[in-house]
């Protein structure tokens, strides 16, 4: 499995947006690590320098001792799956045809464009359906399904990646409390079971804090704090969520109602 390593990174936007400022962090092999943050915080866009996604103004982020860039883009992508905040699934295509696509990356660049997939590519699809309980979806349509369904088919076709990191970006910001609950025990299982490294962005204080390993603030491109879920005082949900600027703030005050 694979650790990652964040050197020095700074991402600054043509705008001149300036989302990470010297940001360093290592991440333990077979962690499951959160970062907390409000929104604009940097977080999305760390997640992203981690698979390639971005690239970084300065600095360096290595997977496994690989340096993520452009001319190894499909190999990082191989090894570092994605679970996105809107599913990014194809609706018109069935969840089975949808969790295959994790396997694209490990196809010749025709099999991808043409989608196609060799019987052990269907074995690992179904596998990976069985460990989010979803084998008797296969063959549904995508938009057939619930929003925490839908969810468990994106974890499924990073689960077909056969990956060594799983960032998870938001996972259950679109879902119902339940639906929450049940995506992050299920992506914390998988870290344990299979030892894949975990990294998800969260607002939700308490399930970081009930899920997480080791949890990282960060606030305007920076971290802030970088500790165990003991460590969460109320003083350091204040330095993750005090806005500069800005007297009475809504996601301090909703931050704080759970420490």
Not at 70 to 91: S, T
Request: charged content about 20%.
């Amino acid at each position: 499995m694979s650790a990652i390593s964040i050197q020095s990174v700074s991402k600054r936007f043509p705008n001149g947006f300036e989302a990470l400022k010297g940001v360093s962090a290592e991440i333990r092999s077979g962690s499951f690590t959160v970062i907390l943050g409000p929104s604009g915080a940097g977080k999305s866009t760390l997640l992203r320098l981690m698979n390639g996604l971005e690239t970084p103004t300065t600095g360096a982020v290595k997977i496994g001792g690989e340096l993520v860039n452009g001319q190894k883009l499909r190999g990082i992508r191989a090894r570092v799956a994605m679970v996105f905040q809107q599913f990014n699934l194809v609706e018109r295509l069935s969840v089975v045809t949808n969790v295959l696509t994790g396997r694209l990356a490990h196809r010749s660049w025709v099999g991808s464009v043409f989608y196609l997939f060799r019987k052990e590519d269907m074995g690992i699809a179904q596998e990976a359906l069985s460990r989010v309980a979803l084998t008797d979806k296969a063959w549904s349509r995508a938009d057939k399904l619930s929003g925490g369904q839908q969810q468990r088919v994106g974890i499924a076709r990073a689960l077909a990646q056969q990956p060594e990191v799983i960032l998870a970006d938001e996972p259950v910001a679109s879902l119902d409390p339940v639906s929450s609950e049940e995506i992050m025990a299920l992506l914390r299982e998988i870290c344990e079971r299979d030892g894949i490294t975990v990294v998800v962005n969260l607002h939700q204080v308490e399930l970081a804090r009930r899920f997480a390993d080791r949890i990282i603030g960060m606030n305007s491109g920076k971290i802030v704090f970088d500790g165990s879920p003991e460590q969460m005082t109320p003083s350091a949900l204040r330095t993750i969520y005090q806005r500069e600027g800005i007297e009475n703030d809504n996601s301090l005050d909703m931050a704080l109602a759970y420490a």
